[in-house]
């Protein structure tokens, strides 16, 4: 494997951003990084800055007022990158289906690589979800084609 | 002349070529203690090398045409800086030559609209006001100890600087602190500040920009223990020993303190700094008074 593939594959740094969400999946994800599951030893960091950022962790529906924030931050981070959409209203709006105000999952707004579903989804599937945007990442860095 | 066939000529070459490299190992030695403080595994020792190579190899987004340039100067002047400690020369073009590298990431930081990092920018040059008159302070007294500013003429000086200067060695503690972005005083580049400052002062770097900010700061935490090493210059590994504890104790305070406002940082830097080197120059006059 080559040098930078290897750096990415064990540095990915993801941004956090809460588009609406009850805050369960962002509890699961800020558990993720305790002592208990501690993806820090996998050198995953919870960075706040999208410039600095590898992978784009969303949770909650897209709704009208915050898809500009959402594709703002997702057009600031630099390639490679990957998305993952966390909890069953970023996969498809859930509860939230055919309300008025939002616009159901997050894909409706970004790209996204990888979803994990769950209300709220569980800290050892959203490590799980970051394991397989690496395998994007990876791909990309060796130069395939993705979509 | 310099004499090529001796090979302790070439020891300080080395130094500087490892310089980032022995940083790089340190941050990594930093994240490792750090989690093991907190009863996590932490990232393998080798972490902050991947982190360098990754972001290298990122788009990079660049805020001004000036930043990459400052971003080199940055790592640069750090070096140049270990380059001086190395070489034995003068402690105070050391302390201008670090602040020159500092300066150069104040002026990256300042050269975009973004409020986080001209916050961050602020920040920092207050923490440059908070550290730098303790840090000449500890040069002078050091040069009132060995009659000259030279690194060298420490090396001459038998005694280890320690046992007559423990109090301004006490005083570089919050300098290390400040330098080193460590809490309480991290106040311009906090790691942990997500929703107060972002990233602060490194907010408008990415890419291989941030790679070099990022070697330059390991390069500075390496001159940093190292100056610190030399208060027990005559044995550089008592001096190691000696830097590492400090290294330790810093890991303590930073992880057993939050992050305090810029004014408790300078007003504890100047009180505690002026006052513990003062004291100490003071006895050393009183002692001289006394015994001749």
Not at chain 2, 24 to 36: C, V
Request: overall charge neutral; aromatic content about 10%; glycine content about 8%.
């Amino acid at each position: 494997m080559k040098t930078m593939t290897k750096a990415r594959l064990k540095s990915p740094w993801v941004l956090h951003f809460d588009c609406g969400s009850c805050n369960g999946c962002d509890i699961e994800i800020l558990a993720a990084l305790t002592p208990k599951f501690d993806v820090e030893r996998f050198g995953i960091v919870n960075i706040g800055d999208p410039k600095h950022a590898d992978v784009l962790l969303v949770t909650g529906p897209a709704n009208k007022r915050n898809q500009r924030v959402l594709k703002n931050l997702f057009d600031q981070m630099p390639q490679p990158k990957a998305v993952i959409a966390i909890g069953e209203c970023a996969c498809s709006g859930a509860i939230f289906h055919n309300c008025p105000n939002t616009l159901g999952g997050v894909d409706n707004v970004i790209p996204v690589d990888v979803y994990v579903p769950g209300c709220a989804a569980r800290p050892e599937s959203i490590v799980d979800g970051v394991v397989l945007a690496l395998q994007k990442l990876q791909k990309v860095s060796e130069g395939e084609k993705v979509d | 002349m310099v004499d090529l066939t001796n090979p302790y000529t070439y020891v300080p070459v080395v130094l500087v070529i490892l310089a980032p490299v022995i940083g790089g190992l340190l941050m990594g030695i930093d994240r490792k203690l750090t989690a093991r403080m907190q009863s996590r595994m932490g990232p393998p020792i080798t972490q902050p090398f991947y982190d360098a190579i990754k972001l290298w190899g990122k788009e990079p987004f660049i805020a001004s045409k000036i930043q990459p340039v400052l971003a080199f100067g940055y790592f640069g002047f750090s070096l140049a800086a270990f380059a001086l400690l190395a070489f034995g020369q003068d402690i105070l073009l050391l302390i201008f030559t670090m602040a020159i590298a500092d300066l150069c990431l104040i002026v990256a930081a300042f050269n975009s609209k973004s409020t986080y990092s001209n916050l961050g920018a602020r920040r920092e040059l207050l923490g440059m006001m908070s550290y730098e008159p303790v840090l000449l302070l500890a040069a002078i007294s050091i040069s009132f100890v060995t009659g000259n500013f030279m690194v060298g003429g420490i090396f001459q000086f038998e005694t280890p600087l320690l046992t007559i200067l423990p109090l301004t060695f006490l005083a570089m503690i919050p300098v290390l602190v400040i330098d080193m972005k460590k809490s309480p005083f991290d106040v311009s580049a906090s790691s942990h500040a997500h929703q107060e400052l972002v990233r602060g002062i490194y907010t408008e770097f990415s890419g291989y920009t941030l790679a070099m900010v990022e070697l330059g700061h390991w390069t500075r935490v390496a001159l940093l223990l190292g100056f610190m090493s030399l208060f027990w210059a005559p044995n550089l590994i008592i001096g190691t020993a000696l830097a590492f504890m400090l290294f330790f104790i810093v890991l303590v305070i930073d992880n057993s303190y939050p992050r305090l406002d810029w004014k408790t940082m300078v007003k504890t830097t100047w009180v505690v700094g002026f006052l513990l080197i003062l004291a100490n120059i003071v006895g050393l006059v009183a002692r001289l008074v006394i015994f001749s």
